[in-house]
């Protein structure tokens, strides 16, 4: 796994507000995971504008520390290395996301993390890490079935009903997608999923070749913008918002995502707007011929 220098160790801690290195503790991984998650969103930005970012460990590190964000292959990988390069031990994982209406599954189309403890003084410990999958989880789960809620948002941990050994995180009832299942087997590297990024961000097929979607969420909230709706989940449940021009839909996606896109000029910008625009108002046109 790549290890990153001292100065890049710092320079991703800036990134996510982390002050200082600290020993790698139970406590230290909770707050990296939260300040990552509510930092650092999951996006299909590049994919959507045609400029897939590479994965591996470095790449995904530099897309981190350029200013930049990713999806899960980005997210996992960098944060992955971070851990190791801070005395974490980290295991890499097949892992599959059930979508709404589908069965099931671990196809590799998503990278599964885990981190164990081997305190001398303390039983073994095996914590679910994952800061890939955009509105879930806010902070790392110990690999113990049982229910967790965290903010407006409740999970299960459970075993996995498609591989063996393996575990299965079901995400919030309400949620945007049901579930994640982990294959137990630790990979020795990130080989598994390059041909799956490869048809994330390039095929005709991929579910995010045209779809905007960022999303992120803290300890009490989580938001999604999918296009040019805006949806926010906390205690009082779910609003959705449409945004209607260019400024507003820059200043949430700043504002409410602290996305920059940085690597995007004035002009670029206003193309991705107009496109998502024209995207939205063909789905709004889709819909009212539904209804009719």
Known sequence: MYTLTQEEIMAYL????IAEHQPPTKAYLVALHEAHVRTLTWQTIDIFTRKPAMIGFEPSV??????RSG????LNGAFSALLHSL????NLHRAGVQPLGLEPR??????GLSVDFNDEQSK???????????DMPYHPLPLQYGSYEQGPLRYKVTESSVVTPGWRLEHDPNASFV????????????DEFYPKHEHYSRSPESPWLNIFLIRQRDAEESNELRGCIWSKRDRNGVSKTELVNESQWLSVIADVFGEKLVHYDSIERNLLWKRVEADHQAWKAFRAEEIN
Do not use: M
């Open 71 to 74: 999806y899960c292959f980005h």
């Open 14 to 17: 800036q990134r996510i507000g």
């Open 124 to 134: 073994p410990e095996k914590w679910i890490v994952d800061v890939g999958l955009g």
């Open 87 to 90: 005395g974490y031990q980290v």
């Open 106 to 111: 671990v196809n590799s189309f998503h990278l």
């Open 179 to 190: 579930g994640v299942d982990i294959d137990a087997e630790v990979l020795t590297g990130l």
């Open 62 to 67: 530099q897309l981190i520390l350029s200013g």
